[in-house]
């Protein structure tokens, strides 16, 4: 489980053996293209119209619940007209909505006037209605109007006002601006609003009807996506009248598959290494089970091809960020119970199932945690309860807690520096473990109340921390004596970074913070449903069950929201701050596409 290694695999052949080639390394699905030919165009434009179109149609259908019964096979299936048919109904429900929502607003607007139809104007002798709201501190402006006028209706803030007149007053005429009724009364708009509403009934009818062909679209759309990758590769070959020339990355493991397919089409193929200064995409090999961990390593960013994969220890560390932050069994086994409902919906594909493992994983840490801290829905244990010889861990004990925070914030940083160190070969990587170094006798100084000889050791080992990162900081070459002075100047700055460092790791107190202000708004809403009840009333009991409900509901969804974006947080700042400084480019394997279930 790491980064597979890569080789850079050149390929040239006849050019009327290309589009056979192509299509057959397409199958195999193992190399990422690299661009020979000179093209602007970004990978996303290349996709044809056609996919985008089908795609389109596939999430229109697809979010419909309660699919009708799948169609397998059909010969009169046309998936062009199906795809025309369907983003035309689309468009049709969107207008008939937006028809629907314009009406329902004209509606409550005019309501206030009441129901009413415009007579000719000839019996008005041409004179013209006109409408105004006006908030009912402000009727005296009525009296200063020189227009005949009414108040058709009224309600607690205003006045609804008909001005007679054969143009529009002026705007100063009131001090609110006229409103806009339309012609239509509020019967003909009644009547309007309910064939909107029959036409939207039958268009989601036939939407439903049209959700049976959906497993032949996934195919369909399956098809054209991978005519819209072979025809954007076509477009990365350098393409000459006689011959074509293909290059892209392949997993050292993969490249027989490829000479295999070069040897069966006679065509030449050279095997290289990265040279230096290349970037080859990053692609983390992984089993199926861990594929959640990818998705969260691959989030925030791709590591470097030459870094290492942090797969493993990301939800490990994600796992105990986020149940200190929760710090409550009880919140854990909701969770619990959440993942168990949801169990057999998980089991549909392998990413899925690697999510609901990483539920698990949550749940469980959550839960032992919870127990650690004694904490479960806000209450503890009896003393004599079997569950109470599992607290060892008070949340109210702030030095502890704190102290706990920062050694788990060293171990996490003082971790991503030894991973650094491991996977880069250039002679600076020592910097990094003067920055372990650093990490590791700051802690002592601190723990030991900054006297003793474990003071003494700690601040031995900060100078020579602070020593090895001067000495190894900088890849200056050295080939004059002045190079060495420049050398020293640049670990020099490479010490402005102890400030941050520093910040770091104070970062990691709001596992404590947060993990203390779950468990005290717990405590909180428990006493005041407490206090509810002792009422010993049936509104009180109400009462105070209303409190425990929606307050642990409130607090478990800041909880949780805070354990996700905080466990995070710490994961993908602080630790790739240290542990993954540089960026990497995502393998993207050029292969056939799949149809879904």
Known sequence: MSIARLKKLSVIGRAADMDRTLAQIQELGVMHVLPLANIDT???QQVSREAEDAYKALLFLAVVPGARRQMRADPDFDVHRFVAEVLTLKDRLRAARDRRDFLKHRIETIRPWGDFTFPPQAELAHLRLWFYKLPVKQRPSLDRIDFPWAIVGQDQRFHYVVVLAHDEPAADLLPVRREHVGAKSIHALENDLEDAEIEIEAILGDRMARTRFLTLLRASLSTAETAAEFAFAKTQILNDPDLFALQGWVPEDQIPDIEDVCAANGLAVLIEAPASGETPPTLLEQPEAQGAGVDLALFYQVPSYFGWDPTRLLTFSFSLFFAMIVAD????LLILFGLLAAWRRLEATPRTRAWRRLGLVLTSTTIIFGALVGSYFGAAPADAHVLASLNVLDLNEFNTMMTLSIVIGVAHIAFANLMAFQANPARDRYANLGW????VGGLGIWLSGQSGAFAVLGG??????????????????????????????DGLQRLTGLMGLFGDVLSYMRLFALGLASASLAITFNDLAGSVIEARSGLGLLGGLLILLIGHALNFGLAVMSGVVHGLRLNFIEFYKWGLPEEGIVFRAFSRKEAKE
């Open 42 to 44: 970004p990978v996303e």
């Open 329 to 332: 069994a009880g919140y854990g």
């Open 436 to 439: 372990i170094l650093v990490l």
């Open 460 to 489: 031995i080992t900060v100078l020579t921390g602070i020593g090895t990162i001067v000495a190894f900081s900088s890849r200056r070459a050295v080939k004059t004596r002045t190079d060495w002075l420049w050398r020293v100047i």
